[in-house]
């Protein structure tokens, strides 16, 4: 028979992203109106393992649509990779009175919540990362918001970079994966990008095309290159002595996982949070929730955790035609 759910807890874990407050509020919202209990777990599972747990109401997510971060905080938690750890938390889940908790994070946040499942705790995982990395799903809370603002500094770069003459090779963050690199580079129109996927080192096609774009008379060379690739200031050195091009190296860094979220993010995360407390209301566990062909969907852990996820090699290719 289906878990009957009275007190959800929800926590935010990994790498933070702009739409996770969003996100918790429509969680602490919908659940209130479903006439559950709501208790916020403070820094992702390490302050589940220190009863870092709060009880909330709706006034706690008040004002927070708008902001970056996660007022919940946000941590990696080595000791929940263990059993012992993963024991420890579903019984404190217990004692709290906690039945089902919804998870907001990347893939490995998700693999705590997996755990927890099969001890008993109800979960649901919503997808929050900035990487766009999680396979079962076309959208993860915060890329939006981090594409944006990776754009906006690009293009500001861009002018500085055509006023000098100069090469710039950009590094945007991603983890493994290049997602924020491809579409920087088509939105930017970048005249190169170096994603993980697709990357096969050849630094001196790079060099090539920076000489015959000089030729062209291009008076910029943006080059996007993945974190996923990184070394973009020995790289810079580099290219500026094969090509002779004057060449920086900028790394935009954490500025990508701050700021205010979109709109997108947050009526994709404030959806998802809500369809989270619906799942568990159904008695669903061990879900994580996607978006997919234009519909919220929802899939097994198990079988989202075991999904691949490719670059399209159809954008890759335009985004090197479109800036001949
Ligand atoms: P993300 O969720 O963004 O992928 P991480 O990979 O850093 O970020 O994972 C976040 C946290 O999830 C980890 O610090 C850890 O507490 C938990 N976690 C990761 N992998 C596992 C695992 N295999 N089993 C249990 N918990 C895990
Ligand atoms: O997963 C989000 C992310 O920002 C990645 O793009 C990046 O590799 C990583 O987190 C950086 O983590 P930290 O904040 O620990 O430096």
């Excluded at 090539?208 to 690739?229: P, Q």
Aim: aromatic share 4%; net charge neutral; hydrophobic share 35%.
């Amino acid at each position: 028979m289906a878990k009957d759910i009275q007190t959800i807890g929800v926590l935010t874990s990994g790498g933070d992203a702009p739409g996770m407050n969003a996100a918790i509020r429509a969680v602490v919202r919908q659940a209130i109106v479903k006439g559950k209990k709501v208790k916020g777990i403070k820094r992702g599972y390490a302050g589940l393992l220190q009863e870092e747990i709060i009880d909330m109401q709706a006034c706690d997510v008040s004002d927070i649509i708008q902001r970056g971060g996660t007022i919940l905080q946000t941590a990696r938690c080595k000791d929940f990779t263990t059993e012992e750890g993963q024991q420890k938390g579903a019984e404190i889940c217990r004692k709290h009175g906690i039945d089902g908790v919804i998870v907001i994070g990347g893939d490995g946040s998700f693999k705590g919540a997996q755990k927890l499942a099969s001890l008993g705790i109800n979960t649901i995982g919503i997808p929050g990362t900035i990487d766009l990395d999680i396979a079962c799903t076309e959208y993860t809370i915060g890329f939006d918001t981090a594409v944006n603002t990776a754009m906006e500094a690009i293009d500001k770069v861009r002018d500085t970079s055509t006023s000098h003459e100069r090469c710039s090779i950009i590094e945007v963050m991603g983890r493994g994966a290049g997602y924020i690199a491809l579409w920087c580079g088509i939105a930017n129109g970048a005249e190169d990008i170096l994603l993980p996927e697709k990357y096969n080192y050849d630094e001196q096609a790079l060099v090539n095309n920076i000489i015959n774009n000089r030729k062209k008379g291009k008076k910029h060379h943006i080059v996007i290159n993945a974190e996923g690739i990184g070394h973009s200031a020995s790289m810079a050195k580099r290219i500026e002595s094969a090509t002779g091009v004057e060449t920086r190296a900028t790394i935009l860094g954490h500025m990508q996982r701050g700021g205010s979220p979109t709109c997108k993010d947050r009526v994709y995360a404030s959806t998802m949070g809500a369809y989270a407390v619906d799942l568990l209301c159904q008695g669903k566990s061990n879900r994580v929730v996607g978006y997919r062909d234009g519909e919220y969907v929802d899939f097994d852990i198990d079988e989202a955790l075991a999904m691949q996820k490719g670059i399209s090699d159809y954008q890759f290719e335009i985004c090197r035609n479109l800036s001949l």
